[in-house]
């Protein structure tokens, strides 16, 4: 999607962020670019026999739902948009139904010319200070559980077989009880999101 083709809103969106400072990297490689992906705690490393082959910046937001007046929040999902160097958008993260799990409610991951799709669960976390921003989410390494072609046999990033949540700023949950049942909580945060697959 080249920035002609993008909606006003979402063009709206990116130049408040970046007026804000509230992206402050933008990271993006692809396949055939032989990257290096960010070093990483011991238990995030991707098993032997993938490679990486994309790396774009997510902002949005981490959100939260009260279920009851004092208790911790609950965590209801992420709402994201992923970037690439050129500041386009290029995927788009949220929750939703996973068909191969009966529909399980995942992670996941569409790529926004093709409409490739993958879900996937998270398998560890890592807060290591050596690595992890104080006050930011945790680092994390999912495994692919469900990925599903484009319309038009589009299969940007449905072989993705891993995922890893890098880089993280802010997204954590508001500090305290929550006020109230139903009461929401969208935490804004930043995060690169490292995909790989099967060599």
């Not at 490739?116 to 994390?140: F, K, N, Q, R, T």
Request: charged residues 10%; hydrophobic residues 40%.
């Amino acid at each position: 999607m080249n920035g002609a083709s993008k909606t006003p809103a979402t063009r709206v969106l990116f130049a408040a962020c970046l007026s804000l400072g509230a992206v402050t990297s933008v990271t993006s490689a692809r396949a055939g670019d032989n990257f290096t992906p960010p070093a990483v705690p011991g238990n995030l490393q991707v098993p032997e026999g993938n490679r990486a082959f994309l790396m774009d910046h997510a902002v949005g937001t981490q959100n939260y739902i009260c279920l009851g007046a004092g208790l911790p929040w609950t965590f209801i999902g992420p709402q994201a948009t992923l970037y690439n160097d050129e500041a386009e958008q290029s995927l788009t993260h949220f929750l939703s139904p996973n068909a191969a799990e009966n529909g399980v409610a995942r992670a996941t991951w569409q790529h926004s010319r093709d409409t490739s799709a993958v879900w996937a669960m998270a398998i560890a976390s890592s807060s290591d200070p050596a690595y992890v921003a104080s006050g930011a989410i945790p680092w994390l390494l999912l495994r692919v559980v469900g990925a599903q072609a484009g319309p038009n046999a589009g299969d940007k990033i449905s072989a993705t077989t891993f995922i890893q949540r890098v880089n993280t700023v802010g997204g954590s949950a508001p500090a305290g009880g929550c006020p109230g049942v139903g009461a929401r909580a969208f935490v804004p945060y930043e995060t690169d999101y490292v995909f790989y697959e099967s060599n």
